[in-house]
T-cell receptor, first 115, second 112 residues
Framework: GENVEQHPSTLSVQEGDSAVIKCTYSDSASNYFPWYKQELGKGPQLIIDIRSNVGEKKDQRIAVTLNKTAKHFSLHITETQPEDSAVYFC??????????????FGKGTHLIIQP | DAGVTQSPTHLIKTRGQHVTLRCSPISGHKSVSWYQQVLGQGPQFIFQYYEKEERGRGNFPDRFSARQFPNYSSELNVNALLLGDSALYLCASCLEGLETQYFGPGTRLLVL
């Protein structure tokens, strides 16, 4: 089955600086890669996703890049703000329309924005 | 529009008991998935249901079962609870034919 590795487990950055979180996946057939933000006591919230036919996607301060050859994808957050502090999860999925497979998640990155 | 809703929010059970968790998907979403999130880890896939049929199952024992109702809401049942079943149980829904999953707030289960 799919295996997703996520690094680092904890990331502390100064407010206004950029943060980068990296993930690798094992199954070359995976074709959908979402990123979720989870705040304390809440469920994961989708912040951005990318499909395997796209190399990069951007939404305001957030961007995701995908390297299919190397089987890794990264989350980039620019101009970090205190409200960006949370746990971030990457995930991978083989999606074939029938929806038979669930998401495989990384172990999470605790992002801390220092004022 | 209301998001994915789950009930109860918190639950305390003792070993050997059974538990039923409930989920209502976003209006119009016909697929529901269940995940278990142990403290400090990422969510792990348990089941996916679409149009009342099981479409996928993760690596969980037969003590875990689920079903989906005609209104697309879903129940997750866990029998013979173990201490290791203590976790946040998350429900996610998605639109037919699309892969984006939206999560509810979860039910926190504590087994004593």
């Amino acid at each position: 089955g799919e295996n997703v590795e996520q690094h680092p487990s904890t990331l502390s950055v100064q407010e206004g600086d950029s943060a980068v979180i990296k993930c690798t996946y094992s199954d070359s057939a995976s074709n959908y890669f979402p990123w979720y933000k989870q705040e304390l006591g809440k469920g994961p919230q989708l912040i951005i996703d990318i499909r395997s036919n796209v190399g990069e996607k951007k939404d305001q301060r957030i961007a995701v890049t995908l390297n299919k050859t190397a089987k890794h994808f990264s989350l980039h957050i620019t101009e970090t703000q205190p409200e960006d502090s949370a746990v971030y999860f990457c995930a991978a999925r083989l999606y074939s329309g029938g929806g038979a497979d669930g998401l495989t998640f990384g172990k999470g990155t605790h992002l801390i924005i220092q004022p | 529009d209301a998001g994915v809703t789950q009930s109860p929010t918190h639950l305390i059970k003792t070993r050997g008991q059974h538990v039923t968790l409930r989920c209502s998907p976003i209006s119009g979403h016909k697929s529901v998935s269940w995940y278990q999130q142990v403290l400090g880890q990422g969510p792990q896939f348990i089941f996916q249901y679409y149009e009342k049929e099981e479409r996928g199952r993760g690596n969980f024992p037969d003590r875990f079962s689920a079903r989906q109702f005609p209104n697309y809401s879903s129940e997750l049942n866990v029998n013979a609870l173990l201490l290791g079943d203590s976790a946040l149980y998350l429900c996610a829904s998605c639109l037919e034919g699309l892969e984006t999953q939206y999560f509810g707030p979860g039910t926190r289960l504590l087994v004593l």
